[in-house]
């Protein structure tokens, strides 16, 4: 389980056919393994210096970018909450961004359909930033966070959770639900997330915040939101994976009518398997509701277990159909990982990646609601 600190326009492009892509990725690695440019062996190469956000290993794979002047297309909300395939999503430094979406895509030989970023509490609504999302062919997925930032500032009683409840802030969310309802697009909002464990002002015992007070808070924010009339919202409970500090996240669950989408944030830093890592938050989960679950933010600590774990990824999502999507945080040290997070820091780990995505069957784009 990780421990991590806090810290401080696009054409639309087609999706990538799997047949295509796979056959490239495997001529264009023989290729260049003739050639002596990709290094045989360790799965700890962590990428090279200089590289850009993301290692090229495969730059002669980049996406083809697709015919100007293609209209966004209007996603139903209704598709994104109960989605007719699996969304792959991803966490860039910049995202949403073009060029990191387009390594990304070409990496994993399928283009994301989530876009994750983050908002702290002292940053306004953007509706660029979910337009840029749509036009990359993504939903956003605006992790939204009570606080005003700071690497370790988690004392920040301003955000705390009892003076959201009772109207402190109620001119800043009003905006910024107008905001939202204003850009018309489905937007997932994930409101202060893992909020069962200790590193944020939202926690439970920091800034004198006690129980119940996350419940109260959430709820008050939903409902401002229903009384401001924004239909556009998909609102996603995220609480932490369960670990050793982690408390029940039973406890934090604001009710059915208050929630759409359920899930968690699961990091390896050790696990042999993706299995071991999800499995008793999962049903924990599926105890509280019988909700979709997605899992916010998931990936593994460069090692000795990274290629396995990258694989049992994908064979445990397909063994849980529940789970109808997950965000890759394809960030490094230098952005906002406390390792280096990438699936593109070795050839072996891309590989067990793009390799086990194939394997999914994935929402297309436009999102289409399951039947």
């Known amino acids: 389980m990780v421990r991590r600190s806090p810290f401080g326009r696009p054409v639309p492009q087609l999706r990538i056919r799997r047949p295509r892509i796979l056959l490239l990725t495997v001529l264009a690695l023989a290729l260049v393994s003739a050639l002596g440019f990709v290094a045989a062996g360790s799965d700890d190469s962590g990428g090279g210096a200089g590289a850009g956000p993301f290692p090229s290993l495969f730059p002669s794979l980049a996406p083809r970018p697709a015919p100007t002047g293609t209209a966004v297309a209007q996603v139903d909300r ?9 969304l792959f999503g991803v966490s860039t430094p910049k995202g949403p961004n073009q060029a990191e979406t387009d390594e990304v895509a070409a990496a994993a030989g399928e283009r994301p359909t989530v876009q994750e970023y983050f908002v702290k509490w002292n940053e306004e609504f953007d509706p660029d930033t979910v337009e840029r999302s749509y036009e990359l062919g993504a939903v956003p997925l605006l992790t939204w966070e009570p606080w005003a930032g700071g690497d370790q500032n988690v004392d920040q009683p301003q955000y705390a959770l009892r003076r959201i409840t009772s109207g402190a802030h109620d001119g800043y969310l009003t905006r910024f639900a107008q905001g939202v309802k204003a850009q018309g697009q489905p937007v997932v909002l994930r409101f202060a997330h893992e909020m069962n464990a200790d590193w944020y002002p939202w926690a439970q015992g920091r800034n004198g915040n006690r129980a119940g007070d996350y419940v109260a808070a959430w709820r008050h924010v939903h409902d401002l939101f229903r009384d401001e009339g924004v239909t556009n919202v998909v609102w996603f409970w995220c609480p932490d994976a369960v670990g050793d500090s982690e408390a029940d996240p039973a406890g934090y669950y604001p009710g059915h009518d208050y929630v759409d989408w359920i899930g968690t944030d699961a990091y390896s830093t050790g696990d042999e398997s993706a299995e071991r890592t999800l499995q008793a938050t999962y049903d924990a989960l599926t105890a509280i509701a019988d909700k979709p679950i997605f899992i916010g933010e998931t990936s593994v600590k460069p090692g ?17 159909p529940k789970v109808i999507g997950f965000c890759w945080f394809q960030h490094n040290k230098e952005g906002r990982g406390r ?29 289409r609601a399951a039947s």
């Open 339 to 367: 390792y280096d997070w990438r699936f593109t820091t070795s050839a072996d780990s891309q590989r067990a990646f793009s390799t086990g995505l194939a394997t999914q069957r994935l929402a297309d784009w436009p999102l």
């Open 304 to 320: 000795e277990h990274r290629t396995d774990w990258t694989s049992e990824l994908f064979v445990w999502l397909r063994s849980h």
């Open 78 to 86: 209704k598709a994104v909450v109960h989605p007719d395939g699996l």
